[in-house]
């Protein structure tokens, strides 16, 4: 149980383009869902909380116009990199926390991650 | 300022050397500590939760305990397979976020 996937796994993409990241709760549902990003040998750093239904959460120094999230359905938030710059190539890690069932389950559970290269 | 700090950066063992990472923080108010283990290129796996002092949680050769400003990640007696960055985070608030410590990188020789 508590699967997330990410898709794509891997991303190459010309300067000035857009791209977009899906993350998925497979097998439960996720009003809460998290986006990090890690850069080589450093540690996660949040970039956003994503709640279904409502607008982002930006963290401080995150520019909200550049990072789209929607996070449109329980299982479901994207990650749209707008105009993106050599210096957004990254590994982008997604993760989501099971909607309250009455325990206390506050555990996120990460996908696998998106490697983005920005040529 | 909240702050979560991991010791050793680095850790080399020989198969069958037991050893402990640990996980500092500075916090007003912890609303629960993680381990998570990362391999290289993937996500964070989950391991424990901990969330008062006193308590331990085991899983095969892992074992996490927590005091009311550190916790302990034990290894005992490693394999070369549980070579991986182990990271702890903690949750200081009602949000849900989680901060993230450098993490310790954990290198198991046969």
């Known amino acids: 149980g508590a699967v997330v996937s990410q898709h794509p796994s891997w991303v190459i993409c010309k300067s000035g383009t857009s791209v977009k990241i899906e993350c998925r709760s497979l097998?439960?549902?996720?009003?809460?869902m998290f986006w990090y990003r890690q850069f080589p040998k450093q540690s996660l750093m949040l970039m956003a909380t994503?709640?279904?239904?409502?607008?982002?959460?930006?963290e401080q120094g995150v520019e909200k116009d550049k990072f789209l999230i929607n996070h449109a359905s329980l299982t479901l938030s994207t990650l749209t990199v707008t105009s993106a710059h050599p210096e957004d190539s990254s590994f982008y890690i997604c993760?989501?926390?099971?909607?309250?069932?009455?325990?206390?389950?506050?555990?996120?559970?990460f996908g696998p991650g998106t490697r983005l290269t920005v040529t | 300022e909240d702050q979560v700090t991991q010791s050793p950066e680095a850790l080399r063992l020989q198969e069958g050397e037991s050893s402990s990472l640990n996980c500092s923080y500075t916090v007003s108010g912890l609303r629960g500590l993680f381990w998570y283990r990362q391999d290289p290129g993937k996500g964070p796996e989950f391991l424990f939760t901990?969330?008062?002092a006193g308590e331990e949680k085991e899983k095969e050769r892992l074992k996490a305990t927590l005091t009311k400003k550190e916790s302990f990640l034990h290894i005992t007696a490693p394999k070369p397979e549980d070579s991986a960055t182990y990271l702890c985070a903690v949750r200081f608030s009602n949000d849900y976020k989680l901060s993230f410590g450098a993490g310790t990188t954990v290198t198991v020789r046969a």
């Open positions: 993760s989501a926390r099971e909607t309250d069932m009455g325990s206390r389950n506050y555990e996120q559970y």
């Open positions: 994503s709640n279904e239904g409502s607008k982002a959460t930006y």
């Open positions: 901990l969330y008062s």
């Open positions: 097998d439960f549902q996720a009003t809460t």
